[in-house]
């Protein structure tokens, strides 16, 4: 399997299937919660003794709760100690440089807990949303899990400033970045450590952008993040700086698109294997993966035939039915490529997607000549044909070629991606 080097980091080629964590009894945490902090004196011990107390009671797994102290002045890490000398779910980490990812991703590549998790020292979260955040990790159906106060059943206090602050934000990640997920900014979040290993070497930010950059590269990549919505009460005494906070991830927005962009960052690698689909599941006399790729092209298939035929129409309105068809598989040709890329043959990201898009129109000229074929050879015999019978002659050379397409795109134009396949479900 080939690997990919990021700074001091080795990357496989894709993560593997994601799997139930089993029930172990070595006394190794399943869960390791972090609480970064910067001169909590006040708030951390109530904060730590809560939580443990909530896990104590019920979290059905080990778990260890790590205080990452980002460099305070006052007597913080004084109170860490004595609470890591009291608790054996208590570990402190010192770091001598402040900044919350910083913290978190110090904390996360050292943990050997397979759920790495993290929240504010204030508590502003219910604890009653952290078994719903993890379990889904657990059970292996997602791979990050976050909080999100903007979810419909969220219930949340805070002050009008933050309030538009925050939905304004995450206005500007879905208009620049494309991101899906609501809530970028909820200090609640949670991420399996085999995805950590691959995805943090990938983050560059240390400071509050750290958590956008690491969910739009996450969701990139085609990663399942969960949300959970959560009760929030804002914390008056909040040390954060609105308006240089918000300049910073700013920043780091234009910073991150711009790599997306350039496709500069290696996001197949963090590629997950369709391991639980029934696709996937091993047919007698079927090669693996084959199954899954059949059905998928066969889905996409469809969809593009009906938007094809609707193309065709719209332009036959206005045009003889040479170009109309030209025209119409053009364009669905494109739309056709990229879902097959994407959903079929699971490539995510830029990387090489112009050259596949290429390959796609030289697919698209073989179509071409079927179709264009076919109509000709139905104009010379009828001369006139109805529109229905257009339709039909249509309809039968594109299955012609759609059974050609599907052996071109595995075996030419996707060729390293089936391969992949192949192996990951053996």
Request: glycine fraction near 8%; include cysteine.
């Amino acid at each position: 399997m080939r690997t990919h080097t990021i700074g001091e980091h080795t990357i496989g080629e894709a993560l593997p299937a994601r799997e139930h964590l089993p029930v172990s009894a070595t006394g190794r945490p399943v869960l390791d919660v972090v609480i970064p902090v910067y001169n909590e004196e006040k708030d951390l011990e109530p904060c730590v003794r809560r939580l443990q107390e909530h896990l104590l009671r019920t979290f059905p797994y080990g778990f260890r709760i790590t205080v990452a102290d980002n460099a305070s002045t006052d007597t913080t890490p004084e109170v860490a100690a004595a609470l890591t000398a009291e608790m054996p779910e208590v570990r402190s980490v010192r770091l001598e440089q402040k900044g919350r990812g910083r913290a978190l991703r110090t904390v996360w590549s050292a943990s050997d807990a397979p759920v790495l998790a993290y929240m504010d020292v204030d508590l502003s979260t219910d604890l009653n949303a952290l078994l719903p955040l993890v379990a889904p990790l657990i059970s292996g159906h997602s791979d990050l899990a976050i909080g999100s106060r903007l979810a419909r059943s969220s219930r949340v206090v805070r002050g009008p400033k933050r309030e538009f602050v925050s939905r304004a934000y995450n206005l500007i990640l879905r208009s620049s970045l494309a991101a899906r997920f609501s809530d970028a900014q909820c200090g609640f979040k949670a991420i399996r450590r085999e995805v950590a290993e691959r995805l943090l070497p990938m983050v560059e930010d240390t400071g509050w952008f750290f958590d956008t950059e690491m969910l739009v590269l996450a969701e990139r990549a085609g990663l399942r993040i969960h949300e959970v919505p959560v009760d929030w009460v804002d914390d008056p005494d909040s040390t954060v700086h609105i308006v240089r906070t918000a300049t910073d991830d700013l920043k780091g927005v234009w910073r991150v698109g711009r790599a997306l962009a350039t496709g500069s960052l290696p996001l197949d690698r963090l590629a997950r294997p369709f391991g639980d689909d029934p696709r996937d599941r091993e047919l007698n006399g079927v090669p693996g993966g084959l199954a899954r790729q059949l059905v998928g092209f066969c889905v996409v298939g469809v969809l593009s035939t009906l938007f094809y035929l609707a193309l065709y129409s719209a332009f036959r309105l206005g045009a003889g039915p040479q170009l109309a068809n030209a025209a119409a598989l053009l364009v669905s040709a494109v739309a056709n490529t990229a879902a097959n890329r994407r959903l079929t043959f699971g490539v995510r990201g830029r990387d090489r997607a112009v050259r596949h898009q290429a390959q796609g129109l030289v697919v698209f000229a073989i179509g071409l000549a079927l179709t264009s074929g076919s109509l000709a050879a139905l104009g010379a015999a009828t001369g006139d044909p109805a529109h229905s019978t257009e339709l039909a002659v249509l309809i039968v050379a594109n299955l012609a070629a759609t059974v050609l397409r599907f052996l071109l795109f595995r075996l030419w134009v996707f060729p390293e991606r089936a391969t992949r396949t192949r192996t990951s479900t053996r």
